[in-house]
C-alpha cells in the first residue's frame, strides 16, 4: 500500500515536471499529442509492477532451456493478447543445452573446509568424486601473474582474484579480463579456473565464460568472503588443494522462442520499428534487474499504446528476446529469419541495463541517430537530461541488428543497484527501482513512437560500412572479448 502511494505521488511530480517543460518548447519542435498522451498515460497507474512481480517472483530465474523459461514465454504471449496486442512465439535453434544441478567443492591440505561455488555457464562437469588440483593463486591473472607462477600452474586450478563489483565499467572489466585469462590458463595447460566472486558476502553470481558455448574448462565462481579466506591463506604461504564437483546437464541444440507483440503500422506497415528487451535470466536470483524489469516495460508500452487505439505510421514489434545471456541467440536468429526485411527495418532498440534513470541512449557508432533520438526525446525532456552517446555497445541484442548495418540504440541507465545484483542471487524483485522504472517506460515509449512516425528514416549500411564500423571503432575490440569476432569474419553471423 505505501509503494503505491509513493508510486503515485512520484507520478504527479513527473507529470508536472513535463508539463512546466513541455510549455517552455515552443521554440522546439513540439511532441505531437500522440505522443503527450501516451506519455501521459505510461506515468499513469498501469499494472507494470503487478507484471514484474508475477514474472520475476511466480515463475522466477529463467534461463533459455529450462522449464521457467518456457512458462515466461507463454506468460509473455498471454499478456501481449490481454494487452489486444497481435502476439507470436517464434522457434530457433539453441546450440547447446547447459544447465547445473548441482556444484560443490571442498578446500584441502594445511587448511579444510567446504566453501560455496556455482560453475561458470557452459562449463564441463566433473566425474561424481569431482577434480582435485593444487590451488595456485593467480592474482588478477596478468601477463606477470603467470610469469610469477611459471610452470605450476600446469595441472592446477588457478585461483582469480577479483575486485567488487560496482557498475557497468566493472563489468565490462570484469568480461574483458576473464577473456584474456581464460586464453593464457589454455595455454598455461590449467585443470580449472576458480574465480573470487566479485559480488559482496556469500552472494554467488553466474555469467558467461568468454568462450560461451564453445568453453571447454571447468570454471567456478565461488562466494566472496570464502575466496578471501583461501588468498589470505595462500598468502601466508600454506598449501591448498581444491575439490570441485560439478553436476551439469550438458545437451545438444534444442528449441528456444521469441516472444513479439505486434502493432501493425497504419501508413507504411511493411516498415518496422523494434524494440526488445530479453526474457531470459540467469537462475541464481530471479531476473528482475536483468531484465524482467524491461521485459514488463516492453508488454507496458504496448498495452498503453494498444488501450489510446494509437495508429503509429510503421509497424512496431515489441519483442521479448530468448538466449540472450547464453550469447545473444535469439535477436541473432531474429536477423537471419527476417532477413528479407532487415532493409525495411527503421530501427532496433534495447533496454537491458536495469532500473536505473535513463540518462540517453548508446547510438552505436551512427552520428546520423543522434539528432534523430534528441528529437524523440522532447517528449520526455521534463524526465531529462539526456545524452547520447556515438559509440558502439556489445553485449545485447541489438549486436545483430548492427551488424546488419541497422540502425540500434541502448538505452544508457545510471548505475543504481544494478551492478552489484548483476547475475546474482540476490536480482530480486525488491532491487528494482519502480518509480524510476515507470519513468524509463515513458521514454523508451516517446523513443518507439517517435521512431514509428517520423520522416527521417537513418538508411541501412552495407556490408563494407559494417566492416568500417568494426575497423575505426570500439567495435573490434569488444568482439574479440567476446569471441564474436571470427563468426563476422566466415559469415555465419551479420550482413550477407
Ligand atoms: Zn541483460
Not at 27 to 38: C, F, I, N, W
Not at 249 to 274: A, F, L
Not at 282 to 288: M, Q, V
Not at 437 to 452: D, G, T
Request: proline share 5%.
Amino acid at each position: 500500500m505505501i509503494r503505491r502511494v509513493q508510486t503515485l505521488r512520484a507520478t504527479l511530480v513527473l507529470v508536472l515536471c513535463l508539463v512546466l517543460f513541455v510549455s517552455t518548447l515552443s521554440s522546439q519542435q513540439k511532441p505531437t499529442p500522440e505522443a503527450v498522451r501516451l506519455v501521459g498515460a505510461m506515468l499513469a497507474d498501469t499494472p507494470l509492477e503487478e507484471d514484474l512481480q508475477e514474472l520475476v517472483d511466480e515463475i522466477g530465474g529463467r534461463p533459455t532451456g529450462s522449464k521457467a523459461n518456457l512458462a515466461s514465454v507463454e506468460w509473455g504471449l498471454k499478456k501481449f493478447q490481454e494487452a489486444g496486442v497481435k502476439a507470436t512465439k517464434e522457434a530457433f535453434e539453441m546450440p547447446r543445452a547447459w544447465q547445473e544441478r548441482s556444484s560443490r567443492a571442498l578446500v584441502g591440505g594445511d587448511v579444510s573446509f567446504p566453501v560455496r561455488v556455482v560453475a561458470m555457464p557452459f562449463s564441463p562437469g566433473t566425474s561424481a568424486e569431482g577434480i582435485t588440483a593444487p590451488l595456485v593463486n593467480i592474482g588478477h591473472g596478468t601477463v606477470e601473474d603467470f610469469e610469477r607462477v611459471g610452470p605450476s600452474a600446469r595441472g592446477a586450478i588457478l585461483f582469480v582474484n577479483t575486485d567488487p563489483l560496482l557498475d557497468i565499467d566493472g563489468l565490462f572489466k570484469e568480461y574483458a579480463e576473464s577473456a584474456e585469462i581464460e586464453k593464457r590458463a589454455a595455454i598455461a595447460g590449467v585443470k580449472g579456473i576458480v574465480y573470487m566472486g566479485s559480488r559482496s558476502g556469500v552472494t554467488l553470481h553466474r555469467h558467461n565464460a568468454s568462450l560461451g558455448e564453445k568453453n571447454t574448462m571447468p570454471m567456478a565462481s565461488m562466494a566472496r568472503e570464502h575466496a578471501l579466506r583461501i588468498a589470505r591463506l595462500l598468502e601466508e604461504g600454506k598449501k591448498l588443494t581444491l575439490t570441485l564437483v560439478l553436476d551439469i546437464n550438458d545437451g545438444g541444440p534444442y528449441e528456444s522462442y521469441n516472444v513479439i507483440g505486434e502493432i501493425t503500422g497504419s501508413v507504411m506497415p511493411n516498415e518496422i520499428v523494434v524494440m526488445g528487451a530479453h526474457l531470459d535470466s540467469w537462475d541464481l536470483g530471479t531476473g528482475a534487474n536483468d531484465n524482467g524489469c524491461n521485459v514488463a516495460m516492453m508488454i507496458d508500452i504496448a498495452r498503453q499504446m494498444s488501450a489510446l487505439g494509437l495508429k503509429p505510421k510503421r509497424t512496431i514489434r515489441f519483442v521479448l528476446w530468448n538466449g540472450e545471456e547464453q550469447g545473444m541467440i535469439g535477436s541473432w536468429k531474429y536477423t537471419v529469419r527476417h532477413r528479407s526485411e532487415m532493409a525495411n527495418h527503421v530501427l532496433a532498440g534495447s533496454v537491458d541495463i536495469g532500473s536505473g534513470r535513463i540518462i540517453g541512449f548508446f547510438t552505436n557508432g551512427r552520428p546520423e541517430l543522434v539528432g534523430e533520438v534528441d528529437r524523440a526525446l522532447q517528449a520526455v525532456a521534463g524526465l531529462g537530461p539526456f545524452m547520447q552517446i556515438d559509440e558502439p555497445v556489445v553485449g545485447t541484442d541489438n549486436y545483430d541488428f548492427m551488424l546488419q548495418g541497422v540502425a540500434n540504440i541502448v538505452a544508457n541507465h545510471e548505475p543504481a543497484n544494478y551492478g552489484p545484483s548483476y547475475h546474482a542471487e540476490s536480482d530480486n524483485y525488491d532491487k528494482v527501482n519502480l518509480p524510476q522504472l515507470r519513468s524509463n517506460a515513458a521514454i523508451i515509449a516517446a523513443v518507439v513512437w517517435h521512431f514509428a512516425n517520423t520522416d527521417t528514416v537513418v538508411p541501412r549500411q552495407s556490408k563494407e560500412q559494417v566492416q568500417q564500423l568494426i575497423d575505426n571503432t570500439s567495435l573490434r575490440q569488444q568482439m574479440d572479448m567476446f569471441d564474436m569476432y571470427p563468426a563476422w569474419a566466415d559469415g555465419s553471423r551479420g550482413w550477407k
